[in-house]
């Protein structure tokens, strides 16, 4: 079919309506035709089945309960017998077979005489009990279903069974037989179909003068475009004195109101030469007409002349923006010079504050008299902007300029824009708002109508509202008002306030962005951190943990301290305290490295100088791979090198001794009871990375109360004080008041010391140290013979009966005799035991000897080997330490009532 430009048109490629609705209809009745064969299809299968099935059991059911069955299956030859009956009624009843087996399923009859005597196919232990059984099983001719029947004898006992199948082909065939008429319905309905569309066809050929739909298409497009684009006003008038149309040049021009189409000219409010003009239908060429303060030239034809309907259009051209334009050319420079200062001096830090109080200020001083940034709550939090809308919470941000008082909200006020105002309405969409004039009160006084009536009372009469819009969300919004400057804002003005605020949106996106990143980076670290204090009953503590320039829009960096608090064996606690060196997220991440480190060394219950060698070590090893990383990276980048400090310290409980050991970190401040306050002479270490310098350790014997302080040097040491003079600040602060609990110690130093924006972190951990009732504590002394193993258990109950845990008496002497014995078979003496009743029973058992028993699983004809095992059966958990002359194994047990225990224990100190 030819085109109407000449150009072939293909039939699954219709452009006409009609067209397409004839291939909708067609598709339409292919599908239905397609599905109503499935449904025919299916709805055949199940009834086939069904047949398939009935009829094979009714056949069975039939010949077994013929007269005479139980006799020839009790005759010597049943075959003989019941092979013809068989046959007979297999032809009769329309199925495939007949089979008659005896109760093993040996066959007596089938249609194919060299399958009688073999076993048949099929389940046949349902029938064999009385019932019935029915399955569709796929043969050599075919799918089928088969029945299998039980023949019952005078007893009521099964003497054979009866097998009747029907192939499902043989009940098929019903959908066949209704395909005809299936098709010749479809055939109609697309017979009507093509009639329709023809009919459909030629009406809208008739109604659209032969034009198609994409020539009427391109046309309406093409009219509508013209229209609205035009820098000219067009008026169509009908020949009753009606206006047709309308377009938004003349809407302007004329200031008509929206609903213009079908009212008459001398309704519309213009002047009465205008009207007149535009009702007359006269002729008329680049005719001046003054319209408000406006000049326009108006040129009017009839649409009758080209045989159209009888009226008029007119075009409307204004003259008065000519000239206008060269003092346009002067306000578009100072424009551009405006904002070409905003970018110099908006943004000038990555601090979301600070941007909003630089755009508040410029806009103040060089655009309007008052500016208020309001911002969304999830952007000063560095966050990602919710959805914009209404309800978004926002907050007062910046304010500038001479706000009268009583008038605007101060900064920090809470602000949600109500939707019933034009400002809350378009909010969402970006959208900026201008009141010209706010004493009109045309709606936006809804948001607070007290505070509106004082906002112009006070003389301000102007308002811009711009939305802070970056990458596609809505950040908060700019108000601009006018107060001092008589003139109110227009349109021009409003076009340089979006301009303005879009460059402030993306300076401000990019602080809140940087702001989230450090907050991201601060999160990870304090990650890294211990969250709470673990249960022990050795020191009572409290922390404090401060990042560099810490607060709401800090702009400081991740450092690497930290501090932690691991309980050890025995009641003992390690207390910790380290800084890596630099800043950053390498740093973080490398003090995340060192504290699993420690974790992991101080669970093998080392020493503090030779833990403080494995993390040596082990930071020199990071060094090295660093190093090998950035140098095989091919970009010239070299990784920062790693550098650490640590004072790792062992409180004993028990004892009050104390152990330390420090790698270039700063002394530890001592606290005594008495309110004296010194710095423990630690021997002085490396930093750790340095590698082959051995480290020494101190030992002190601390009093129950005294406070341990351990801190990094962030706190003693700023930009305008060095570390001596830092140290003795933190001792003169501490000392003289020892009825302090660690947490008002950890305040005071704080308060003594912490910079207004700390240039480093700042880790400080207080441990007040507690003692071990001796009551809790249980020792003896052992011989090295085997005979020394009963006393000693006995010794044990006693001291567990006391202490009212007599439940675990058993536990215990097992444990007991298990360690005690083998330090007596594989160790040197002399040995020692003691019990120790904490928040857990710990047993201990000391001697000289090196070697660490291991545990294993004994064979089951090895006579020992089973002892450890057992101990760590009972046992909630049990290791070695070594000493410095020898070894200890201990063990610990879960109370009943750990908490009670623990109250006892913490109770039993003096």
């Given amino acids: 079919m030819a085109g109407r430009y000449g150009r072939p048109r293909s039939v699954l490629r219709m452009r006409t309506v009609a067209g397409q609705v004839f291939l909708l209809q067609v598709a339409i009745v292919v599908l239905l035709v397609a599905a109503a064969i499935a449904a025919l299809v299916l709805q055949s299968g199940t009834d086939s089945e069904r047949e398939a099935r009935n009829r094979s059991v009714a056949v069975a059911q039939t010949f077994a309960n013929a007269p005479g069955i139980e006799a020839a299956l009790k005759s010597p030859d049943p075959t003989a017998v019941l092979q013809p009956r068989a046959q007979a009624a297999r032809r009769t009843s329309e199925v495939d077979f007949i089979v008659v087996m005896n109760t093993h399923g040996i066959r007596y009859t089938h249609p194919l005489t060299d399958r009688i005597g073999k076993k048949f196919v099929g389940t046949i232990g349902p029938a064999l009990a009385g019932g019935v059984v029915t399955e569709k099983i796929t043969g050599t001719i075919g799918p089928l279903v088969q029945a299998v029947v039980p023949v019952f004898g005078h007893g009521g006992k099964v003497v054979g069974l009866v097998s009747a199948g029907v192939t499902l082909s043989r009940v098929s065939g019903v959908v066949d037989d209704q395909f005809p008429l299936l098709f010749g319905a479809a055939a109609g309905v697309l017979l009507l179909t093509t009639g329709g569309t023809a009919l459909v066809s030629r009406r809208l050929r008739r109604q659209t003068h032969g034009l198609g739909p994409e020539e009427m298409t391109r046309m309406y497009e093409h009219h509508d475009a013209v229209l609205h684009a035009v820098r000219e006003g067009v008026i169509i008038v009908r020949g009753d004195g009606r206006l047709v149309l309308a377009n938004d040049e003349a809407r302007r021009l004329l200031a008509l109101p929206s609903d213009v189409e079908g009212r008459r000219v001398a309704d519309l409010g213009l002047d009465p030469d205008t ?105 000063l939090n560095g966050e990602e902007p919710e959805v914009a809308g209404p309800a978004i919470e926002m907050r007062r941000t910046a304010v500038a300029g001479e706000v009268p008082e009583g008038s605007l909200h101060p900064v920090g006020k809470p602000m949600r824009f109500a939707p019933v105002t034009a400002l809350g309405s378009r909010l969402p969409s970006g959208e900026p708002v201008l009141e010209a004039d706010l004493a009109a009160f045309s709606g936006w006084q809804r948001q607070d109508p007290e505070r509106a009536r004082r906002i112009v009372a006070q003389g301000i009469h102007s308002l811009i509202a711009v939305p802070l819009r970056a990458r596609g969300v809505i950040l908060g919004v700019v108000l601009f008002w006018r107060s001092r400057t008589p003139e109110p804002f227009d349109e021009e003005d409003l076009s340089l306030a979006e301009e303005l605020v879009a460059r402030a949106a993306v300076s401000i996106d990019n602080a809140r962005r940087y702001t989230r990143e450090h907050t991201m980076a601060v999160t990870l670290q304090r990650s890294l951190l211990p969250r709470a204090l673990p249960d022990q009953n050795a020191v009572e503590a409290a922390f404090r943990y401060l990042p560099a320039q810490a607060g709401l829009g800090g702009l400081g960096g991740v450092g690497g301290d930290w501090f932690d608090i691991i309980p050890l064996p025995g009641t003992r606690v390690a207390l910790v305290v380290g800084d890596v060196v630099g800043h950053g997220l390498h740093a973080a991440a490398t003090m995340g490295r ?283 958990r049990w290791g070695t330490r070594y000493t410095g002359d020898g070894k200890v194994i201990w063990t610990e047990q879960a109370l009943p009532d750990a908490d009670r225990a623990a109250e006892n224990s913490a109770g039993h100190a003096s």
Avoid at 316 to 332: H, K, N, V
Avoid at 777 to 799: F, G, I, L, M, T
Avoid at 839 to 845: D, Q, Y
Wanted: glycine share 10%.
């Fill in 275 to 379: 009207a007149a003009l535009l009702e007359s239908g006269r002729v008329v060429t680049d005719e001046v007409h003054p319209v408000g303060e406006r000049l326009l030239a108006v040129n009017q034809r009839s649409t009758e002349r080209a045989g159209g309907p009888p009226g008029s259009v007119t075009t409307l051209r204004d003259t008065t923006e000519l000239r206008a334009l060269t003092g346009r050319a002067d306000i578009a420079r100072g424009r551009l010079k405006l904002l070409y200062d905003a970018g110099a001096e908006i943004g000038t830090t990555l601090d979301v504050v600070r941007t909003c109080e630089e755009l508040a200020r410029f806009g103040a001083e060089r655009f309007s008299d008052l500016v208020t940034v309001d911002l969304a709550v999830s952007v």
């Fill in 594 to 876: 060192l504290r699993t480190a420690i974790h992991n060394f101080a669970n093998l219950d080392v020493p503090p100088d030779e833990l403080l060698w494995h993390l040596d070590e082990l930071v020199t090893r990071i060094d090295q791979d660093e190093g090998a990383g950035a140098g095989g990276g091919g970009d010239g980048a070299k990784a920062p090198v790693t550098g650490a400090t640590c004072l790792y310290a062992i409180y004993d409980p028990v004892t009050g001794a104390c152990t330390m050991a420090r790698a270039g970190h700063v002394q530890p401040l001592v606290l005594r009871p008495d309110g004296s306050a010194e710095f423990a002479e630690v021997p002085g270490g490396p930093p750790l990375g340095l590698g082959g310098m051995p480290f020494d350790t101190c030992r002190l014997e601390l009093p129950e109360g005294s406070r341990l302080v351990l801190y990094t040097d962030g706190l003693v040491e700023d930009r305008e004080r060095d570390i001596d003079t830092g140290m003795a600040l933190l001792r003169a602060a501490l000392r003289g008041r020892p009825e302090r609990t660690p947490e008002e110690t950890c305040e005071a130093a704080l308060d003594a010391l912490l910079p207004d924006r700390p240039a480093d972190d700042i880790a400080l951990l207080v441990a007040r140290t507690r003692c071990l009732d001796a009551g809790c504590v249980a020792e003896w002394d052992v011989a090295a013979d085997p005979s020394a193993v009963a006393p000693v258990r006995a010794a044990a109950v006693r001291k567990l009966t006391e202490w009212g845990l007599a439940e675990e008496a058993f536990t215990t002497e097992l444990i007991l005799s298990e360690l005690v014995t083998n330090a007596i078979r594989y160790a040197v003496g002399p040995i020692r035991v003691r019990l120790i009743h904490d928040r857990s029973l710990i047993c201990e058992v000391a001697d000289h000897s090196s070697t660490s028993p291991h545990l294993r699983h004994a064979a089951t004809t090895d006579e020992g080997g089973r002892g450890l095992f057992l101990i760590a059966q009972m046992a909630e």
